[in-house]
T-cell receptor, first 113, second 114 residues
């Protein structure tokens, strides 16, 4: 079935440390993997995404890696700051070519000053 | 200049009532979506319309009926509301319906059924 598993469910780090969130997906045909950040009471916002023809993508302190063989992808945040505290969701596209996103259960990241 | 807007922001109603949530996007996108986020923050797609045509229809009770009068609007009507319908409902839009198109979310509508 269509499934995305996300770990850990909660993550607590000290300011300046790195944070890593991991996801696995079930459909080998998935070809698009976005990451969303949701602050308390706010809408989910795209922070980075990766397509299946790329193994790694970086945007300042944020990077995403994709291993298609193992069907898993990861979000890496370096030099964490208190404003990085939020819930992070991974997602994978399903249903052939359509933009049907199945989301992971989310990771609550807390960055302590 | 809000890209994706929803009304109302909060909706409190009793079991058995019928209610609607409205969504509008001014991005010129062809595709719109409805998501449900439950109390555990789990985010699940419900429907998607592309240029007024239904293209994604997940396993959702038929009490939920989306309607797209034009490609800038996607409304969600819910009949005979139940306690389990309490959640935050997010509308989203993307430029096209193909995998890889960034989805922009609205601010959400918090529905509470008592």
């Amino acid at each position: 079935g269509e499934n995305v598993e996300q770990h850990p469910s909660t993550l607590s780090v000290q300011e300046g440390d790195s944070a890593v969130i991991k996801c696995t997906y079930s459909d080998s045909a998935s070809n698009y993997f976005p990451w969303y950040k949701q602050e308390l009471g706010k809408r989910p916002q795209l922070i980075i995404d990766i397509r299946s023809n790329v193994g790694e993508k970086k945007d300042q302190r944020i990077a995403v890696t994709l291993n298609k063989t193992a069907k898993h992808f990861s979000l890496h945040i370096t030099e964490t700051q208190p404003e990085d505290s939020a819930v992070y969701f991974c997602a994978a596209s399903f249903s052939g070519g359509y933009n049907k996103l199945i989301f992971g259960a989310g990771t609550r990241l807390a960055v302590h000053p | 200049d809000t890209a994706v807007s929803q009304t109302p922001k909060y909706l409190v109603t009793q079991m058995g009532n019928d209610k609607s949530i409205k969504c509008e996007q001014n991005l010129g996108h062809d595709t719109m979506y409805w998501y449900k986020q439950d109390s555990k923050k789990f985010l699940k797609i419900m429907f998607s319309y592309n240029n007024k045509e239904l293209i994604i229809n997940e396993t959702v009770p038929n009490r939920f009926s989306p309607k797209s009068p034009d490609k800038a609007h996607l409304n969600l009507h819910i009949n005979s509301l139940e306690l389990g319908d309490s959640a935050v409902y997010f509308c989203a839009s993307s430029q096209d319906p193909l995998a890889g198109a960034e989805q922009y979310f609205g601010p959400g509508t918090r529905l509470t059924v008592t």
